[in-house]
């Protein structure tokens, strides 16, 4: 089935320090979405992205649609404590027989030391 | 709107019982999403809806598993019975056109 690999697993880093986390695929999306997730709570939104080759900014947090369309980053700069969390990159398929369809990686767990 | 409302927030039940989950998906949203996260398998996408119909049910784990959307503002997903190994917490989550936004969740442990 249709899977998105998310690395890495696991992050911990000093605040103050910049933080990369990507996703792939196999299959080939219309959307990349990146949530975070607080503990005891639901993944909340951080970024959208729409189109091949898209950038967009939301604060620290950048985000960057793969040309090729099967791929996503996202990165946050000047880590601060209150950025710990799961962070989830999210894709919508093409095709079809998948409109609508949204499955998530397997998530980046970020520590921050103060 | 208050966003996507799952009920309960926990619920604690015995192996073999039936349990129901509850969603009111945000206002206006035609596509309606059940999730499971686990430690082990992350979110794993369940069952999802576009204008009340089930489009992919392949997640569904197994047939103790049904979900239902009788309108636009309510769905149900069922587990009967139930089991220890279904504990996880259980996400409902809508859309309009790509963003989805998710509920709370409902913790469920079985016993």
């Known amino acids: 089935g249709q899977q998105l690999n998310q690395s890495p697993q696991s992050m911990f880093i000093q605040e103050g320090e910049d933080v990369s986390m990507n996703c792939t695929s196999s299959s080939i999306f219309n959307t990349w979405l990146w949530y975070k997730q607080d503990p005891g709570e639901g993944p909340v939104l951080l970024i959208a992205l729409y189109k091949a080759g898209e950038l967009t900014s939301n604060g620290r947090l950048t985000a960057q649609f793969g040309i090729t369309r099967k791929d996503s980053f996202l990165n946050i700069s000047a880590s601060i404590p209150s950025d710990v969390g799961i962070y989830f990159c999210?894709?919508?398929?093409?095709?079809?027989?998948?409109?609508?369809?949204?499955?998530f990686g397997q998530g980046t767990t970020l520590q921050v030391k103060p | 709107d208050a966003g996507v409302i799952q009920s309960p927030r926990h619920e604690v039940t015995e192996m073999g019982q039936e349990v129901t989950l509850r969603c009111k998906p945000i206002?206006?949203?035609?596509?309606l999403f059940w999730y499971r996260q686990t430690m082990m398998r992350g979110l794993e996408l369940l069952i999802y809806f576009n204008n009340n119909v089930p489009i992919d049910d392949s997640g569904m784990p197994e047939d103790r598993f049904s979900a239902k959307m009788p309108n636009a503002s309510f769905s149900t997903l069922k587990i009967q019975p139930s089991e220890p190994r279904d504990s996880a917490v259980y996400f409902c989550?809508?859309?309009?056109?790509?963003?989805?936004?998710f509920g709370q969740g409902t913790r469920l442990t079985v016993v």
């Open positions: 206002s206006g949203h035609d596509y």
């Open positions: 989550a809508s859309t309009l056109n790509t963003e989805a936004f």
């Open positions: 999210a894709g919508q398929l093409r095709g079809s027989s998948n409109t609508g369809k949204l499955i």
